[in-house]
């Protein structure tokens, strides 16, 4: 059930109600009135019955008009009950009233998506179109009137601009963080490379053939290596003095004295009989 029949049901039942109470007051003295509870007397005939049994008019009197009162008291209460629902009766009729002229309001403001302009299709009101990338709102029934005509069409959406050109394949590469364009400063970079993970990056140039080594410990910058060092095979990088097959046998490189000298061992004898012979050739 909706509001409007609950007030409707609701005011039905207190006109039903005040006209009971009407007739138990103004009814003969003869009369009984049915209710919801049973029959009940009419005051008349309430006053009958009471001198009819004690014969005491001014006590059946006084009885009497307790029992007006207080129907009087119940019908201002109905009266006020009554004021009451129809009162909620008219707002709930204003609520609807309102409702449906929002809904007619939010139909007439309706846009119909027609797709791309047609000049064969004939538009009516409200009617939406898109030609060119713009997209229009008809405002005059019409057939073949091409946006933009202001006379027909309202313009709803306009079409952006054009975007740069994306740096693809061999494209000028552009500038990264605050780094000149072709600069090695990758410090300077290093918000672009780091946080797009485990990249590399190297000096402006390189001579060809040299040695690459990583500057610093985090694996992501190179630097030019140069040619071997000493101290490289101080270090180890090109491996340990095991690894390299040190020592005095056939076949192994002799380690150089700290004089500068090979060892005595790996040196013809050094007697004057030998030299001899290989100063004569002999």
Not at 38 to 46: C, I
Not at 184 to 208: I, K, M, Q, Y
Request: proline share 4%; net charge negative.
């Amino acid at each position: 059930m909706s509001l409007q029949t609950d007030l409707q049901t609701a005011v039905a039942k207190v006109t039903a109600d005040g006209n009971l109470l009407h007739d138990i007051v103004h009814g003969n003295a003869v009369s009984t009135v049915v209710t919801e509870s049973g029959p009940v007397k009419t005051v008349a005939k309430a006053i009958a019955d009471v001198v009819a049994a004690f014969g005491d008019v001014d006590s059946a009197r006084t009885t009497t008009l307790g029992a007006r009162d207080q129907a009087v008291a119940g019908a201002a209460q109905v009266a006020a009950d009554k004021a009451t629902t129809l009162g909620a009766r008219d707002a709930a009729a204003a609520s609807a009233t309102s409702a449906a002229a929002s809904a007619q309001a939010a139909q007439v403001a309706k846009i119909m998506w027609q797709g791309p302009w047609d000049g064969t299709i004939a538009y009516a009101n409200r009617d939406a179109v898109t030609l060119n990338g713009t997209s229009y709102v008809c405002r005059q029934a019409h057939t073949n009137r091409q946006p933009p005509n202001a006379a027909y069409w309202d313009l709803l959406a306009a079409k952006g601009d054009t975007g740069p050109a994306a740096n693809l394949g061999n494209a000028v590469p552009q500038v990264l963080g605050n780094a000149a364009t072709g600069a090695a400063n990758f410090a300077s970079r290093e918000d672009h490379v780091h946080s797009r993970g485990a990249l590399v990056d190297g000096p402006a140039n390189a001579t060809d053939g040299e040695l690459v080594r990583f500057d610093g410990a985090t694996g992501k910058l190179l630097k030019k290596g140069g040619k071997i060092l000493a101290a490289d095979i101080a270090a180890g990088i090109l491996g340990s003095i095991a690894a390299k097959d040190f020592g005095t046998a056939p076949g192994q490189v002799p380690a150089v004295q700290a004089d500068g000298r090979l060892p005595a061992s790996v040196m013809p004898p050094n007697d004057g009989a030998y030299l001899f012979l290989l100063s004569h050739g002999f």
